[in-house]
RNA sequence: GCCCGGAUGGCGGAAUUGGUAGACGCAAGGGACUUAAAAUCCCUCGGGGUCUUCCCUGUGCCGGUUCGAUCCCGGCUCCGGGCACCA
């Protein structure tokens, strides 16, 4: 008949689906696994890249299942976003719509795999029993500071008069109507992630089990960095001017300072300046600049102002210019440049003719004697620095921080490249920020027993204009809470990062109305055991979620610190050495390989071509492979159906020969395949191995008594370890021959070590024969076995033994002379 | 530029703690079955040598440590990823 997956994976489908095995509910009796995947986009189909990821989560769910824990292995869908309101604005239809139906679509696709998920437990971000609870959490952060507006620059198409995210905007022009794309500053919503800057960076070195990779892309992200903020007075302007350096020991070498072009006391200077009509053209000519101009040249551009201002240590006075290289996101967006001791500043100095003074020597009695030709950015000695000088940079740096303290104008301080998280979109297909603003008391928050704030129907969406939000008459306008007077809404929604930065703990209670989720069952079924999912999201959706973990435990609604124990980042899947996209046309669909090689045959080759963090190019032939190797397995019940199915009883020790060697064999899998799933994670080994146990089991001859029923159990509970791998076919062989394959089986280690093994005699190193040798043999009797061969005797012969190295079970290193 | 990875047969990969390099699979070649093909099964498969139950050689390159190195150390080359004028 032949194994039949067409017939069989949709059927089994069914069944789950009717049955719902995979509901799960708390159960503090037993030893909980949370295992969660990133949940999709729905983007309308599930890519290979899905299949992969989820077919790492699945194996782990299932097999954890079968050993006995309460396993929650939960889906859903990061709704909002711009695609769906792109498509809007195409085709006119409302976003929800689009949104709903590919999320019928991509929810069969994934059943078409037959991935175990407690589909009672689904969520959908756009909806607002979701949304509501994004709401929540900002009123809560509200409460507690930890959130503020400020004026943020975005890209603005004037033409089609709207904001641009970033990848509308490449290029410098508009996707839409390729107009040029211009800086504007809006007031937006920020959240104060820098308060937890600290804990963030501290906390990685708690996750053991995150991949170093991503720590270290996290750790680089957040930035932290050790200096000072000096102020520098300006000369005749009644104001200080605040630096961040990290080289506060080269502060007697700083010639000038600079600020960004945006620094907010740019506008103050321009009014009393000379230099008013330079600096504003200067400033004009930055904002104009393209993100891809400022990225692609490193020369430095910048601008006296005509103000100076007193180096608090030297007292000397110093030009204050404008510089391009000067970031206003970055430490105090005001620099103070030491031209000797730091390249940008040196090749600053260059540019514009400015003076560089040497004051660290890098080394003990270092000269500057020639002119120099690059800056000299190492640590040393502090020269021609008053009464620091001799001092090393170390010492000086902590000893400079006292005296600026003490002198109040300047202190040690710590800054952050990460910054605070702007989560205010000027877009529709988003969490509305719950805010009204009121003529008479400001901003109001949406009182908690008004939430969910829900997006609008009464839209229309052109693509023009701004958010379509904008365009609903009964969303703009309301009632202040407070005082009852006419007041309108905040139209801007929120980050869609906000929404997966916390999804997973609404998981565990996907319908309740009082709360985000219940502490109980947070506190048995947190944290997430196991977190699969794309590199891509090493920084951004994982510092957010680490972030939005500490905000819930402060709320008093956690009790963990860290969301996810075990982190797995899966590499991508490629096709031609190329990753997969549409314009390269070498996209392959997931619906067409199932029904090629079947759901089972998919996840076994996704899972056996490469260890999951690494890439994996997807080969129709692999694909094959695997499928020929569970149709060989089928076949074997097929021919061989009274010994699959007759559980018949045989005493393990007594067994001998082939049958013994089976035995162990099947052992020694377990073992294997335990080990590879649990501890390593390397799911292509553990199929490798099987595939092992099943070459031996069909090599074996099935002649006699006593194998068979050794072949019977071994074939059984290959079919259990193949479960988690190829669901499908091991429950159908399970109900075809009567045998269970819901437990995962049972390892005997006394049977997971082999009798013999090949004993790898060596002289000075080099191989020079094998023996096979008794499991435990003693140094002594290796000696005696090796010696006893012809071609080491022969090799012995008229030279003396130095040295025996025995490595137990394994190999003999004779060291001759 | 800085910070992480990585480099093993024709290909994907294995070798987990320094101990038989190439498990497992794909591709390829040969054979069996067949009127034929597909499917299936069997054999060969890093390179070289007088193709042998033998020898030499081989894990990007150069050197080191060690009885022994794909693995550890130093110096390179190339590839991938992240960050990128971060003061």
């Not at 695609?83 to 590919?102: C, F, L, M, V």
């Not at 003076?355 to 021609?384: K, M």
């Not at 996209?581 to 089972?600: H, R, T, W």
Request: net charge negative.
């Amino acid at each position: 008949m032949g194994y039949n997956f067409t017939e069989i994976e949709p059927r089994w489908q069914k069944r789950w689906e009717a049955e719902d095995p995979y509901r799960v509910k708390r159960d503090p009796s037993r030893k909980k696994f949370y295992c969660l995947e990133m949940l999709p986009y729905p983007s309308g189909r599930i890519h290979m890249g899905h299949v992969r990821n989820y077919s790492i989560g699945d194996v782990i769910s299932r097999f954890m299942t079968m050993n006995g824990y309460n396993v929650m292995h939960p889906m859903g869908w990061d709704a909002m976003g711009m695609p769906a309101e792109n498509a809007a604005i195409k085709s006119g239809n409302h976003p929800r719509q689009h949104t709903y139906d590919h999320i019928e679509m991509m929810r069969t696709q994934l059943q078409n795999l037959g991935f175990s998920y407690d589909w009672d437990r689904e969520i959908a971000s756009c909806d607002p029993e979701y949304y509501k609870w994004n709401q929540w959490i900002f009123l809560k952060m509200m409460e507690k500071g930890l959130v503020y507006r400020s004026r943020r620059s975005v890209n603005w198409c004037p033409s089609c008069r709207t904001v641009l995210a970033n990848e509308q905007a490449e290029g410098g022009t508009c996707w839409r109507c390729d107009s040029e794309v211009e800086l504007k500053e809006l007031e937006q919503w920020f959240v104060r992630i820098t308060d937890y800057a600290e804990e963030l960076l501290n906390g990685l070195d708690n996750l053991p089990q995150w991949p170093e990779n991503v720590k270290a892309m996290q750790r680089h992200w957040i930035g932290r960095s050790e200096g000072s903020f000096v102020t520098f007075q300006l000369d005749g302007i009644d104001k200080g001017l605040e630096v961040f350096t990290t080289r506060i020991d080269t502060i007697f070498g700083s010639t000038f300072v600079c600020l960004a072009p945006n620094h907010p006391l740019v506008k103050e200077i321009r009014q009393m300046s000379p230099e008013r009509k330079a600096i504003d053209e200067f400033v004009g000519r930055m904002n104009h600049m393209s993100r891809e101009e400022r990225l692609a040249s490193t020369e430095k551009l910048g601008q006296f102002t005509g103000i100076y201002a007193l180096n608090p240590f030297t007292k000397k006075r110093i030009p204050v210019y404008l510089a391009n290289f000067v970031l206003m996101e970055y430490g105090t967006g005001a620099v103070m440049s030491v031209p000797a001791h730091d390249q940008r500043d040196f090749e600053f100095a260059k540019k514009y003719q400015l003076p560089i003074v040497p004051v660290i020597a890098p080394e003990p009695g270092f000269r500057y004697e020639e002119e120099l030709t690059e800056a000299v950015e190492a640590s040393g000695v502090l020269i021609d620095s008053g009464v620091f000088t001799g001092i090393a940079s170390d010492t000086a740096k902590i000893e400079m921080n006292e005296v600026a303290e003490a002198g109040e104008f300047g202190r040690g301080a710590i800054t952050y490249k990460l910054k605070d998280w702007g989560i205010s979109r000027q877009r529709y297909w988003g969490t509305p920020i719950p805010i009204i603003y009121c003529d008479k008391c400001g901003i109001v928050p949406v009182p908690e027993k008004d939430l969910p704030v829900r997006l609008p129907d009464d839209v229309t969406f052109t693509g023009e204009g701004g958010s379509p939000i904008l365009t609903s008459e009964s969303f703009l306008h309301t009632a202040c809470p407070k005082c009852g007077g006419n007041a309108r809404r905040e139209t801007d929604t929120m980050d869609t990062f906000v929404d997966s930065s916390w999804y997973y703990y609404r998981y565990l209670n996907p319908h309740l109305d009082t709360a985000p989720f219940d502490v109980d069952d947070a506190a048995y079924w947190t944290p997430v055991d196991l977190y699969v999912g794309g590199v891509e999201h090493a920084t951004m959706h994982l510092i957010y979620t680490r972030f939005f973990t500490k905000l819930l435990r402060d709320f008093g609604l956690l009790k963990i610190d860290e969301p996810v124990n075990k982190m797995v980042t899966q590499g991508m899947v490629i096709k031609d050495g190329r990753k997969m996209s549409k314009s390269l046309g070498n996209v392959v669909d997931p619906d067409d390989m199932i029904q090629k090689y079947g759901a089972d045959a998919v996840r076994v080759f996704m899972l056996f071509a490469s260890p999951p963090e690494k890439e994996i190019e997807w080969k129709d032939q692999g694909a094959e492979g695997a499928l020929r190797f569970l149709n060989r397995v089928w076949s074997f019940g097929e021919n061989n159906p009274e010994i699959v199915q007759k559980e018949e009883t045989f005493v393990a020790e007594e067994l001998e020969g082939e049958a013994r060697s089976l035995f162990q064999k099947l052992h020694q899998t377990i073992a294997k395949v335990e080990e590879d799933i649990e501890k390593r994670l390397h799911l292509n080994t553990a199929i490798a191995s099987l595939m092992e146990l099943y070459n031996q089991l069909s090599a074996t001859s099935l002649e006699g008594e006593t194998i068979r029923p050794v072949a019977g159990a071994v074939y059984r509970d290959m079919i259990r370890m193949m479960m988690p791998f190829a669901p499908h076919m091991a429950c159908e062989l399970g109900e075809v021959y009567g045998f269970d394959v819901s437990t995962w089986p049972k390892l005997n280690r006394k049977f997971a070590v082999p009798d013999s093994f090949t004993l790898v005699v060596q002289v000075n190193g080099k191989i020079k024969d094998k023996i096979e040798a008794w499991v435990g043999i003693e140094a002594d009797a290796a000696f005696e076995l090796a010696a006893g061969s012809e071609r080491i005797a022969a090799e012995l012969a008229g030279k003396t033994v130095l040295k025996k190295i025995y490595v137990p079970d394994r190999l003999l290193n004779l060291v001759v002379r």
